[in-house]
């Protein structure tokens, strides 16, 4: 009962009050809080495509023959590539590619039947714009399949058996390898670190500049109901968000969504309050609203580059793959990830969720404990 | 010194001896600080800037640690006894700590919440309290659209609206016109006939004639206390301002 009044009558509560209507009065606050999913659900889950496809390819068949034509359809099949027309001579291909109309260029000499007749090995060549590495990847591994499946054709009409060995792959989680289904899970824990950094150091920078900080701590509010009141709404965004995108990768995405979504709730808290803890400590360190978003894009930067959430982490150099363990969401994209793929429950979570909370109790400390200081 | 009334001589609102602030690198701010200002009083501090008057009222209300000395205000210690201190006090600093992007009537309701007035009660309170200070008019307009004058009106408002025992107003008249400014006082004064103890700040010389009983600082140490007429004696000067203007120059003096 006695906790009941208590809880009734804290004064946290005329904080939390205060603290939506502003949000709701702020309107570039709100774009952020709303457009921002959006944007970048779109910009993330549309426009960042890792995978290659479709390179346009022009083609030099001086061979003009039934090998060549079936090499060339092959090639095509793939899916690496897009036969976009033929060219006369190695000149013309040149230009194709210079000119970007092509990025790869598929050459088949003359004699190309007249050796895989005579059993000799034939030759052609693929030509690669390797410019950008990841599309010279895909164009690499294209002309290699295209070889291989031509390969084996070839030698099973010639001698009749089955090939001695063949190696399947079979892609779990992701079937169709889209980067979307890898993609939209971690724009959610984006979502969480710029709302719970940027937007949350920013408002709590905002009250000392204007003085409102000065007047609330005259007042008999303390400490402890005031940072929960500062802190509490910019949760409940968070939540907000989180659904908004879960929803959204669902509807549009097809975003797999296998496992316990109880359990994702709950794995969310400890990375809510280690970012939190992150706001809050930015929040001690700027002066004003700029510094606070300045130091915010700055650890906005290593969050969206290491963490994981774009490039993989094993593909990284070692030290990369150090800074990446100190960020928070390098362990929830493990957790989301997990839980939203590969339905996997918190038997094979626990080690990202030990280090998640140790992160948040260190970092939340330290940072309550600095903007204990500042306020007195 | 005046003689107090005898309804307001029980117990003086605040009591410093010794008080003394010492800022991280060694600055003094404060220093050895012996003021006493009795119940239902108006009070000056006055000062050239740089002096320790606003430190003085920041250790008063508690957001100053004191480094030494002591300090009672309502007759409970700030180094001990902060939280209840901060249930009596009210503050309206320069910068007014109002948020904009309230209305009137939300900021006058957010800081009576905070000062523990809820429902029916808090309702009727804050109508009676808006009417007082003639703002009911205005109650749906956000305070950042509100005029310097207004808003100096409803920072006192919000200050007051759980009608403290002692009032802390820190340069309150900064940047608002003389009809404001005369409006003000007129409150101050209202506040004053019930009880409220005022300490104002100020650089302005009519409104350091205005107080009961006025302090000088400078260079961190208290060197004048007494009324209008006791520190027109004391410095043998004609008006508050040749007086402020001597100090300013012993000062300079001092520094050179």
Same mark, same amino acid.
């Given at each position: 009962m006695?906790?009941? =009044?208590?809880?009734r009558?804290?004064?946290?509560?005329?904080?939390?009050?205060k603290?939506?209507?502003?949000?709701r009065?702020?309107r570039?606050?709100?774009?952020?809080m709303? $457009?921002?999913?959006?944007?970048?659900?779109i910009?993330f889950?549309?426009?960042?495509?890792?995978?290659?496809?479709?390179?346009?390819?022009?083609?030099?068949d001086?061979?003009?023959?039934?090998?060549?034509r079936?090499?060339?359809?092959v090639?095509?099949?793939?899916?690496?590539?897009?036969i976009?027309?033929?060219?006369?001579?190695?000149?013309?291909?040149?230009?194709?590619?210079?000119?970007?109309?092509?990025?790869?260029?598929?050459?088949?000499?003359?004699?190309?039947?007249?050796?895989?007749?005579? $059993?000799r090995?034939?030759?052609a060549?693929?030509?690669? %714009?390797?410019?950008?590495?990841?599309?010279?990847a895909?164009?690499?591994s294209?002309?290699?399949?295209?070889?291989?499946?031509? *390969?084996?054709?070839?030698?099973?009409t010639? @001698?009749?058996?089955?090939?001695?060995?063949?190696?399947?792959?079979?892609p779990?989680?992701?079937? =169709?390898?889209?980067?979307s289904?890898?993609i939209?899970?971690?724009?959610?824990g984006?979502?969480?670190?710029?709302?719970?950094?940027?937007?949350?150091?920013?408002?709590?920078?905002?009250?000392?500049?204007?003085?409102?900080?000065?007047?609330?701590?005259?007042?008999?509010?303390?400490?402890?109901?005031?940072?929960? $009141?500062?802190?509490?709404?910019?949760?409940?965004?968070?939540?907000?968000?989180m659904?908004?995108?879960?929803?959204?990768?669902?509807?549009?995405?097809?975003?797999?969504?296998?496992?316990?979504?109880?359990?994702?709730?709950?794995l969310t808290?400890?990375?809510?309050?280690?970012?939190l803890?992150?706001?809050?400590?930015?929040?001690?360190i700027?002066?004003?609203?700029?510094?606070?978003m300045?130091?915010?894009?700055?650890?906005?930067?290593?969050?969206?580059?290491?963490?994981?959430?774009?490039?993989?982490?094993?593909?990284?150099p070692?030290?990369?793959?150090?800074?990446?363990?100190l960020?928070?969401?390098?362990?929830?994209?493990?957790?989301?990830?997990?839980?939203?793929?590969?339905?996997?429950?918190?038997?094979?979570?626990?080690?990202?969720?030990?280090?998640?909370?140790?992160?948040?109790?260190?970092?939340?400390?330290?940072?309550?404990?600095?903007?204990?200081?500042?306020?007195? | 010194?005046?003689a107090?009334?005898p309804?307001?001589?029980?117990? %003086?609102?605040?009591?410093?001896?010794?008080?003394?602030? @010492?800022?991280? $690198?060694g600055?003094?701010?404060?220093?050895?600080?012996?003021?006493t200002?009795h119940?239902g009083?108006?009070f000056?501090?006055?000062?050239?800037?740089?002096?320790?008057?606003?430190?003085?009222?920041?250790?008063?209300?508690?957001?100053?640690?004191?480094?030494g000395?002591?300090?009672?205000?309502?007759?409970?210690? &700030?180094?001990?006894?902060?939280?209840?201190?901060?249930?009596?006090?009210?503050?309206?600093?320069?910068?007014?700590?109002?948020? %904009?992007?309230?209305?009137?009537?939300?900021?006058?309701?957010?800081?009576?919440? @905070?000062?523990?007035?809820?429902?029916?009660?808090?309702a009727?309170?804050?109508? %009676?309290?808006?009417?007082?200070?003639?703002?009911?008019d205005?109650?749906?307009?956000?305070?950042? *659209?509100?005029?310097?004058?207004?808003?100096?009106?409803l920072?006192?408002?919000?200050?007051?609206?759980?009608?403290?025992?002692?009032?802390?107003?820190?340069?309150?008249?900064?940047?608002?016109?003389?009809?404001?400014?005369?409006?003000?006082?007129?409150?101050?004064?209202?506040?004053?006939?019930?009880?409220t103890? &005022?300490?104002?700040?100020t650089?302005y010389?009519?409104?350091?004639?205005r107080?009961?009983?006025l302090?000088?600082?400078s260079?961190?140490?208290?060197?004048?206390?007494?009324?209008?007429?006791?520190?027109?004696?004391?410095?043998?000067?004609?008006?508050i301002?040749d &007086?402020?203007?001597?100090?300013?120059?012993?000062?300079?003096?001092?520094?050179?």
């Amino acid at each position: 009962m006695r906790m009941f =009044e208590r809880v009734r009558n804290a004064r946290f509560w005329p904080m939390l009050w205060k603290e939506f209507i502003q949000m709701r009065r702020d309107r570039l606050m709100l774009a952020m809080m709303t $457009g921002l999913p959006a944007v970048q659900l779109i910009l993330f889950g549309y426009a960042i495509q890792t995978e290659v496809r479709h390179l346009p390819t022009v083609v030099l068949d001086e061979s003009r023959t039934a090998e060549s034509r079936a090499l060339i359809a092959v090639v095509g099949n793939t899916g690496n590539f897009d036969i976009v027309g033929a060219v006369a001579d190695r000149v013309a291909l040149r230009h194709a590619i210079e000119q970007g109309i092509a990025h790869a260029g598929l050459v088949i000499p003359p004699d190309f039947e007249r050796d895989i007749k005579r $059993g000799r090995t034939a030759h052609a060549q693929m030509i690669v %714009d390797a410019a950008d590495p990841q599309s010279s990847a895909a164009a690499i591994s294209g002309a290699q399949l295209s070889a291989a499946a031509r *390969n084996t054709a070839i030698t099973s009409t010639r @001698v009749r058996t089955q090939p001695p060995l063949e190696m399947s792959v079979r892609p779990w989680y992701n079937p =169709e390898q889209l980067s979307s289904v890898f993609i939209v899970p971690g724009v959610i824990g984006v979502l969480l670190t710029i709302t719970m950094t940027l937007i949350t150091s920013t408002a709590i920078v905002r009250e000392r500049e204007r003085g409102t900080l000065e007047q609330l701590i005259v007042t008999p509010i303390g400490k402890p109901s005031l940072m929960l $009141g500062k802190l509490v709404p910019f949760v409940v965004v968070g939540f907000v968000q989180m659904t908004v995108v879960l929803g959204l990768g669902d509807l549009v995405f097809q975003i797999p969504n296998v496992g316990s979504l109880w359990l994702l709730y709950v794995l969310t808290i400890p990375f809510i309050v280690a970012s939190l803890g992150v706001g809050l400590l930015i929040s001690t360190i700027a002066r004003n609203q700029v510094q606070a978003m300045q130091v915010s894009f700055f650890f906005m930067l290593p969050n969206i580059l290491l963490s994981g959430y774009i490039f993989p982490r094993v593909a990284m150099p070692v030290p990369a793959q150090w800074i990446g363990l100190l960020l928070p969401l390098t362990y929830y994209l493990n957790i989301i990830r997990g839980i939203l793929l590969k339905g996997i429950g918190f038997a094979n979570l626990w080690r990202p969720t030990v280090s998640l909370i140790v992160f948040a109790i260190v970092i939340f400390t330290i940072s309550v404990k600095r903007f204990s200081k500042t306020i007195e | 010194m005046t003689a107090v009334p005898p309804e307001q001589a029980k117990g %003086d609102a605040v009591v410093t001896t010794a008080l003394r602030k @010492v800022f991280p $690198g060694g600055f003094v701010a404060v220093d050895h600080l012996d003021l006493t200002i009795h119940r239902g009083e108006v009070f000056g501090l006055l000062g050239p800037n740089g002096s320790g008057k606003t430190t003085t009222i920041r250790m008063l209300c508690g957001l100053l640690k004191p480094t030494g000395g002591r300090a009672m205000v309502v007759g409970h210690d &700030v180094a001990i006894e902060a939280e209840v201190i901060r249930t009596k006090i009210g503050y309206m600093s320069q910068k007014y700590g109002l948020y %904009d992007d309230l209305t009137v009537y939300e900021n006058l309701r957010f800081y009576a919440t @905070v000062y523990g007035l809820h429902g029916k009660n808090r309702a009727a309170h804050l109508e %009676d309290h808006m009417a007082q200070i003639g703002i009911t008019d205005r109650r749906n307009q956000l305070a950042g *659209n509100l005029s310097g004058g207004w808003k100096q009106r409803l920072a006192l408002a919000c200050a007051t609206a759980h009608e403290p025992e002692m009032l802390f107003l820190d340069e309150p008249t900064a940047g608002v016109d003389p009809a404001a400014r005369r409006a003000f006082w007129k409150s101050i004064y209202t506040l004053a006939e019930r009880g409220t103890t &005022v300490l104002v700040t100020t650089h302005y010389m009519d409104e350091a004639e205005r107080c009961q009983r006025l302090a000088f600082l400078s260079r961190s140490h208290l060197i004048a206390i007494g009324t209008v007429a006791e520190i027109l004696e004391h410095f043998k000067q004609p008006t508050i301002e040749d &007086v402020f203007i001597e100090l300013q120059r012993r000062d300079e003096g001092a520094a050179a």
